[in-house]
């Protein structure tokens, strides 16, 4: 059973055309003339408001819950083939199975995602130019678009499976703590009613249930294609001394992740947590690792960049999010050769191939993406508007 999505999409396309104009009296005044020619648009109260926006956020939760199941089905099957030594990552046959175990599970399949896709653009576009007479929806309208932005980055990021697999799953892993932040206000603000859906599989290696409820799985920074994990002594020059097993553990576990992948500071010790060493033997490993956070920062936004679409200022906020310092993200941003205007028309071009905007909605979009005026501009124009 599709989880209601089906019946959510019908309930939603109910309200798509509730938000006509009024039309002007011919009975105005002549003083009133001058206003006649302008177009009004209808007013709603913020019940009206919130209640279309409840409709609206069941639809792109259930759908995120989809996409979540799909991205960490896609995840496992990259994971395993790194496992098996292949060479070359067939992400055309782990997509397509990938869609078939989720048709198996929850009866979505590429079409009906695409279908729900569409719906949701269309409502939200209805949302947001909904012009709302009192109340205070700033808040709510602001955690409504997060949700749409990372849902719609989900969306693009697991139809086209490509890049590196640390990047895949850090951007996995940004997308699902938006969705749980936005998750937490929404349901509490528009008293959203408490659901129970999950998908899940038996044959992965690890537990890939999502649940709605919670949803508290995150993606594993993938291993290193060698199974064998280097030594405390023989990396870096470092000797164990005093330490104790476990944080001699701990220590190989780091240098491990840093052979193959970047981190901050803190997401290393994050990382080693998940991993259940304690706090202790996480930090004394991370600060014996004799890693520069600097040029890890440097080598997370290449990752990034290869793999996704940012502006300076969204890429220095991601690397920020990752637990790197302002100063550090700044000089990795500054410091990897990307091109912003690029990056903008690419932006476009992404948002143009999921959904229909007007020239200056683009750029508006665009600049929300922390592009700037001037950068907005180009790549609206390099994608022909």
């Not at 309200?15 to 003339?33: K, L, V």
């Not at 006649?36 to 759908?63: Q, R």
Request: hydrophobic share 30%; glycine share 4%.
């Amino acid at each position: 059973m599709r989880k209601k999505i089906v019946l959510v999409a019908m309930s939603l396309s109910i309200f798509i055309c509730s938000c006509g104009s009024d039309p002007i009296s011919t009975d105005e005044t002549a003083n009133q003339s001058s206003s006649i020619s302008e177009s009004t648009v209808e007013a709603y109260s913020e019940d009206e408001f919130n209640s279309k926006a409840s409709e609206l956020y069941t639809f792109l939760y259930d759908s995120s819950i989809e996409l979540l199941n799909l991205g960490e089905r896609e995840y496992n099957q990259w994971d395993a083939s790194i496992k098996l030594g292949v060479s070359s990552v067939d992400f055309e046959k782990i997509l397509s199975d990938s869609y078939s175990w989720l048709s198996e599970n929850s009866g979505a399949t590429k079409e009906t995602l695409e279908s729900d896709c569409a719906l949701i653009k269309q409502q939200y576009n209805v949302l947001i130019d909904m012009n709302v007479s009192d109340g205070h929806i700033d808040d709510t309208l602001s955690y409504i678009k997060e949700l749409y932005d990372s849902y719609i980055n989900l969306y693009v990021m697991v139809s086209d499976p490509s890049g590196e697999i640390d990047a895949f799953a850090d951007s996995y892993n940004s997308y699902l703590k938006s969705i749980k932040k936005c998750t937490g206000y929404l349901k509490e603000t528009l008293s959203i009613p408490e659901t129970n859906t999950s998908v899940s599989s038996e044959d992965s290696d690890t537990e890939s249930s999502i649940e709605t409820e919670s949803t508290e799985n995150v993606i594993e920074s993938a291993p290193a294609q060698s199974p064998e994990t280097p030594s405390v002594s023989d990396t870096f020059g470092h000797e164990s001394g005093d330490a104790t097993l476990e944080e001699q553990n701990a220590l190989a576990k780091a240098l491990s992740y840093l052979s193959h992948s970047a981190f901050s500071r803190s997401g290393l010790i994050e990382q080693l947590q998940y991993n259940e060493f304690s706090l202790e033997a996480s930090t004394y490993a991370v600060d014996n690792c004799n890693a520069n956070w600097t040029e890890q920062a440097v080598e997370k936004a290449k990752s990034y960049i290869s793999h996704s679409v940012f502006s300076r200022s969204g890429l220095i906020s991601q690397l920020e999010y990752n637990g790197f310092s302002n100063e550090d993200a700044t000089y990795a941003a500054d410091n990897i050769g990307a091109d912003w205007n690029d990056q903008a028309a690419k932006k476009a071009q992404s948002y143009l191939s999921h959904s229909s905007f007007s020239r200056q909605g683009l750029i508006d979009q665009l600049e929300y993406n922390g592009f700037s005026s001037s950068e907005a501009e180009f790549g609206v124009s390099a994608v022909g508007y």
